[in-house]
T-cell receptor, first 113, second 113 residues
Framework: DQQVKQNSPSLSVQEGRISILNCDYT??????FLWYKKYPAEGPTFLIS?????DKNEDGRFTVFLNKSAKHLSLHIVPSQPGDSAVYFC????????????FGQGTTLQVKP | DGGITQSPKYLFRKEGQNVTLSCEQN?????MYWYRQDPGQGLRLIYY???????QKGDIAEGYSVSREKKESFPLTVTSAQKNPTAFYLC????????????FGSGTRLTVV
């Protein structure tokens, strides 16, 4: 039962353009969402997060949008840079204090120079 | 610098052998987690611990065991009962009471030969 889904395994974008990574979830109890970036053979690093009481959060080139009615969130990277090439995971918290995160399958982003 | 250290980075195990993966953090974080990454499946939770001497099973705990005798350490043992142990293992920690963001280690690649 995949509660967090990233349906696009990969995405290729030209440098300078916008990258849009998508994530869908099924559990309406999720109240906090995060994006992580991962390079090969390394641990993921935190990128940006959003609470369910908001619909947008911005940090530099990165913006996360949340559409609760559609149970959908997206990560926008503008402008995309070659160093952004990595695997991006979205994750959701179930509203408990255990801190357990449910991760999507990941999307591999390639930014071409 | 504070961080979370996983060792070894690469580990080879013969079938039928138990093996222990190390995870140490000096971030003074209360909660620690073990995830497993397989291609196309994202990160799946194996075990987690919110406090010393206490831990709970995650979604795929069968064939694994953990201990939490010290706040800084959360070793994971992959037992011979784990049917498909070859994977990338990630340890993470989080300070409870703040946001849900994890700090991840750099991972251990376990290969059964």
């Amino acid at each position: 039962d995949q509660q967090v889904k990233q349906n696009s395994p990969s995405l290729s974008v030209q440098e300078g353009r916008i990258s849009i990574l998508n994530c869908d979830y099924t559990n309406s109890m999720f109240d906090y969402f995060l994006w992580y970036k991962k390079y090969p053979a390394e641990g993921p690093t935190f990128l940006i997060s959003i609470s369910s009481i908001k619909d947008k959060n911005e940090d530099g080139r990165f913006t996360v949008f949340l559409n609760k009615s559609a149970k959908h969130l997206s990560l926008h990277i503008v402008p995309s840079q070659p160093g952004d090439s990595a695997v991006y995971f979205c994750a959701a918290n179930r509203g408990s204090n255990t801190g357990k995160l449910i991760f999507g399958q990941g999307t591999t982003l390639q930014v071409k120079p | 610098d504070g961080g979370i250290t996983q060792s070894p980075k690469y580990l080879f195990r013969k079938e039928g052998q138990n093996v222990t993966l190390s995870c140490e953090q000096n971030l003074n974080h209360d909660a620690m987690y073990w995830y497993r990454q397989d291609p196309g499946q994202g990160l799946r939770l194996i075990y987690y611990s919110q406090i010393v001497n206490d831990f709970q099973k995650g979604d795929i705990a069968e064939g694994y065991s953990v201990s939490r005798e010290k706040k800084e350490s959360f070793p994971l043992t992959v037992t011979s009962a784990q049917k498909n142990p070859t994977a990338f293992y990630l340890c993470a920690s989080r300070s409870t009471g703040i946001d849900y963001g994890y700090t991840f280690g750099s991972g251990t690649r376990l290969t059964v030969v």
